[in-house]
């Protein structure tokens, strides 16, 4: 199993529509995650940051199930800047080194007048 | 956005030549990281320096030499590469803590002939 696995889509959708992403992960003792976002041809760039209660910015709703080990982002009423490939990323617990990261290969969203 | 650079933008280079990769980050953090993205995968981590200290290795091959004089500073040195090493080599930096988000640069896109 890997250990970040996303649907790799891609996904194409309509102005307006609502849009889930799925991110499974694979070890129970990751601590942090997150949502990037990445243009094409550009650098990932932080979307949101993914707490245990689930948290908003604006249009977009991340969620964790540390049960099922998985996370969420859902893009409500999408826009066309919206296409993007979106990569999700699970912070391991490693003792003293806290600094390491795993990425998914991304899901591809492309937003449709 | 500034807060971390990474020079050359581009590079093809020969399997024979040396060339090194330049990153900088002036956003004060402590940790610095390689990763390579290659079409279609997940990032994949290549080094990891917190406080300057080498502290992963990600089974990379010998061919790809990392160097970090301080924290603000992380050069990836190159030499006899292969066809395959061809790819988006992104620089991040994060402040070691809690949540650890990682920032990148714009990343060099690399062909080797």
């Known amino acids: 199993r890997k250990e970040v696995e996303q649907d790799p889509g891609p996904f194409n959708v309509p102005e307006g529509a609502t849009v889930a992403f799925n991110c499974t992960y694979s070890n129970s003792a990751s601590q942090s995650f997150f949502w990037y976002r990445q243009d094409c041809r550009k650098e990932p760039k932080l979307l949101m940051s993914v707490y245990s209660s689930g948290n908003e910015d604006g249009r977009f709703t991340a969620q964790l199930n540390r049960a099922s080990q998985y996370i969420s982002l859902l893009i409500r009423d999408s826009k066309l800047s919206d296409s993007a490939t979106y990569l999700c990323a699970v912070k391991w617990s490693r003792g003293t080194n806290n600094n390491d990261m795993r990425f998914g290969a991304g899901t591809r969203l492309t937003v449709k007048p | 956005e500034t807060g971390v650079t990474q020079t050359p933008r581009h590079l093809v280079m020969g399997m024979t030549n040396k060339k090194s990769l330049k990153c900088e980050q002036h956003?004060?953090?402590?940790?610095m990281y390689w990763y390579k993205q290659s079409a279609k995968k997940p990032l994949e981590l290549m080094f990891v320096y917190n406080f300057k200290e080498q502290t992963e290795n990600n089974s990379v091959p010998s061919r790809f030499s990392p160097e970090c004089p301080n924290s603000s500073h992380l050069f990836l040195h190159l030499h006899t590469l292969q066809p395959e090493d061809s790819a988006l080599y992104l620089c991040?930096?994060?402040?070691?803590?809690?949540?650890?988000?990682?920032?990148f640069g714009p990343g060099t896109r690399l062909t080797v002939l």
């Open positions: 991040a930096s994060s402040q070691p803590g809690l949540e650890d988000t990682q920032y």
């Open positions: 956003l004060g953090h402590n940790a």
